[in-house]
């Protein structure tokens, strides 16, 4: 019985601190968020955390976003897994009777047709799932071409069509599509400790007292349960400040000029609640030239996108020697940034790199390359041909998929040249902005070696590593041009392989 209290304690301060994350974004500066709801009143269904925005934010669809309604899901451990039957199963949500789709389905009812709803849990989606294929890696909404691809109910998208179909006792696929379009599920989401820390990184940034890291408590948890209980669950901006003063939250100073110019480069929209970080006329938005993660059909790569990238850059040059760099943007476009903004440039860059534990600014001088390891090289030889490959696994393993592509079609590549780091690949590998410049480094080093005795060589890069480490290694362009630089096809739904995208002379 205690075990059940503590559990249901810790699911309680979960929602809430989903909430704050959410509720801190009302401060930011060029914030689009202007309403955050704690146990809204409405619509029943997907109503622990809402989020309202004014303008309305894009995403990966053509409509923009105005509400965001959240279902919150909190469990005592993280083993647990889920497919697209538990979406129709009661008790995978605690329910009596009602299922997360059913749920859905009244939500969908009184909701503004503009709403996304979300499913956040902090299990993860199993292994060989159709969900797992339905699940967008752009902003983690569900992929409505693939769930409704024309095939029939005994394929294997079928199968999910029908049981979703019949449990919800709809007449066809028209009617099932109106209900789950606009489904996010965000799954393996942040442990109660990772969202504590992200809560007080935002208090700071916003000017809030954060809570000190010993305390055994974390006094927000207890603060959104009082705001329901005196009905003020709903907050804007100036209740938001009103409710912090009130509470000695607020801190009150005059606020340093920040010598770096925040500049941000978006090639797509991942699935933060919202879009802070740079003004709008530091934002190059290239979203209408993609469709998710893929190009527009008629776009290119070196055509369409290169120049737009090249002048925002320089541009901003212009304007500031110092620049801090927000890349939600292929890493093709980062590797180009790197280039334009490259080691004899004379600017100071600091770079905005998101994980799990929120975003942290990476600089090459952070101190980080101590904690970190180098990569461990393998050179394979594939041919005759003069031109080299290489495969850069850090945050995924990329080897594999570089030398299938290099098989089919690269037959000018005689040489795969495969780093990798000890510990394997993993989405904390590199330990920050100076453990990125060196890990670079090594890499631009290796290929200079290789290629010094034929400097016609091309170098083919296949890379599955952070932003911030492809900027760095496009720093060194001079020393591995002339190369081209590759994009995977992360959420599979096109080709399932390497692109090219920039060649760089």
């Given at each position: ?44 269904a ?61 939500a ?55 049981r ?25 989401y ?42 003020l ?44 970080g740079?003004a ?15 190009l ?56 905005v ?90 890499v ?7 290629t010094a ?14 932003n ?36 760089i002379?």
């Amino acid at each position: 019985m205690a075990d059940a209290v503590v559990a249901r304690w810790h699911g309680d301060n979960y929602q809430a601190r989903v909430f704050w994350e959410n509720a801190f974004n009302l401060l930011m500066p060029h914030s689009c968020v202007v309403e955050v709801a704690f146990e809204a009143d409405g619509p029943k269904a997907f109503d622990d955390v809402v989020v309202r925005y004014d303008p309305p934010v894009a995403r990966s669809g053509p409509q923009r976003i105005s509400a965001e309604y959240h279902q919150v899901k909190w469990h005592v451990q993280t083993g647990g897994r889920f497919g697209y039957e538990d979406f129709t199963d009661p008790d995978f949500i605690g329910a009596q009777s009602v299922s997360l789709l059913e749920r859905l389905q009244q939500a969908r009812r009184t909701a503004p047709a503009s709403a996304h709803f979300t499913f956040l849990t902090t299990y993860r989606i199993k292994d060989g799932d159709p969900l797992a294929e339905l699940v967008s890696g752009h902003d983690r909404t569900l992929l409505i071409e693939r769930l409704f691809d024309g095939t029939t109910d005994r394929s294997r998208m079928g199968k999910v069509r029908k049981r979703w179909r019949e449990h919800l006792r709809l007449a066809n696929d028209d009617e099932l599509r109106a209900v789950v379009c606009g489904l996010r599920v965000l799954d393996g989401y942040r442990s109660l400790e990772e969202l504590r820390a992200e809560i007080n990184l935002k208090a700071q940034v916003v000017g809030v007292l954060a809570c000190n890291a010993a305390n055994s408590d974390f006094r927000f948890d207890e603060l959104a349960r009082q705001l329901k209980v005196r009905q003020l669950s709903a907050l804007n901006r100036e209740l938001l400040l009103q409710l912090c003063r009130e509470e000695g939250l607020l801190v009150e100073r005059t606020p340093e000029p920040d010598p770096f110019l925040p500049i941000a480069i978006r090639s797509f929209l991942g699935p933060s609640a919202d879009i802070v970080g740079a003004a709008p006329e530091d934002t190059l938005l290239l979203t209408d030239d993609f469709r998710q993660r893929y190009l527009q059909d008629g776009r290119e790569w070196q055509r369409d996108i290169r120049p737009k990238v090249e002048s925002f850059l320089r541009a901003a040059v212009k304007r500031s020697s110092k620049l801090r760099l927000i890349l939600d943007a292929h890493a093709s476009i980062a590797f180009l940034a790197g280039a334009v903004l490259d080691l004899k440039s004379g600017l100071e860059t600091q770079l905005v790199q998101k994980g799990r534990v929120g975003a942290r600014t990476w600089r090459a001088d952070d101190g980080s390359a101590a904690n970190g390891a180098r990569f461990e090289v393998a050179e394979e030889q594939l041919g005759g041909g003069q031109d080299v490959a290489l495969a850069i696994s850090v945050s995924q393993p990329a080897a594999a998929q570089a030398r299938s592509y290099v098989a089919a079609q690269l037959p000018d590549v005689g040489k795969l040249i495969s780093f990798a780091l000890p510990s394997g690949p993993g989405q904390q590998s590199v330990a920050g902005g100076e453990h990125a410049a060196a890990l670079a480094e090594q890499v631009s080093n290796h290929v200079r070696t290789v290629t010094a005795d034929d400097p016609d060589a091309v170098v083919h890069i296949f890379a599955a590593a952070p932003n911030s480490l492809l900027f760095y290694l496009g720093q060194h362009h001079q020393a591995i041009a002339p190369c081209i630089v590759y994009e995977f096809d992360f959420d599979r739904r096109a080709h399932k392989t390497y692109q090219p995208s920039f060649v760089i002379d």
